[in-house]
T-cell receptor, first 115, second 110 residues
């Protein structure tokens, strides 16, 4: 079945460490996204990519980095510069930026906790 | 910048009662999408509305897009415990900018 896979499901990070969250899709979608979800604040866009080797900053990109070397993969690195990284991270993909009648497909998320 | 306001933030209903959540924008929206997120889960796409005054139904769910394309609603008739979750609206632009409503969390008491 086609879908989008995030790993790991839970991740614990020590202060000062960089961690990388994986996101893989086999839907042949061009566009991929990373969101952060905090309680009571809804979803906020971190980065998005319309095509391989290209990506754009979202609303809260500071302290994060991404790469898009393959169409299927869009890993997110949470760097030590991110002041408050504890959150639920969601990866999503869509056929293109407009998403159309198919909407966005979300992964099951990674819950990152700083210890 | 462009914002979509969603109300209410929380709603507790008795099973069998109806439920409605509303999204409002100060500017015209080219489209509005609706998603459901179960507790501990990830958002799942429900529907997209693009036409002025559009009404779409999915079983007990009715989605509406206002005539001025500035507001939208999701109505659930005769709620069931399986309807529990957070419902949120989203406006998608073709530049990649997504504007989310804050979400409405629905609790259903059996």
């Amino acid at each position: 079945d086609g879908g989008i896979t995030q790993s790991p499901k839970y991740l614990f990070r020590k202060e000062g460490q960089n961690v990388t969250l994986s996101c893989e899709q086999n839907l042949n979608h061009d566009a991929m996204y990373w969101y952060r979800q905090d309680p009571g604040q809804g979803l906020r866009l971190i980065y998005y990519s319309q095509i391989v080797n290209d990506f754009q900053k979202g609303d809260i990109a500071e302290g994060y980095s991404v790469s898009r070397e393959k169409k299927e993969s869009f890993p997110l690195t949470v760097t030590s510069a991110q002041k408050n990284p504890t959150a639920f991270y969601l990866c999503a993909s869509s056929i293109d930026l407009g998403a159309g009648n198919y909407g966005y497909t979300f992964g099951s998320g990674t819950r990152l906790t700083v210890v | 910048g462009q914002q979509v306001m969603q109300i209410p933030q929380y709603q507790h209903v008795q099973e069998g009662e109806d439920f409605t959540t509303y999204c409002n924008s100060s500017t015209t929206l080219s489209n509005i999408q609706w998603y459901k997120q179960r507790p501990g889960g990830h958002p799942v796409f429900l529907i997209q509305l693009v036409k002025s005054g559009e009404v779409k139904k999915q079983k007990r769910l009715t989605f509406q897009f206002g005539e001025a394309k500035k507001n939208s609603s999701l109505h659930i008739t005769a709620t069931q415990t399986t309807d529990v979750g957070t419902y949120f609206c989203l406006h998608s632009s073709n530049t990649g900018k997504l504007i989310f409503g804050q979400g409405t969390t629905l609790q259903v008491k059996p």
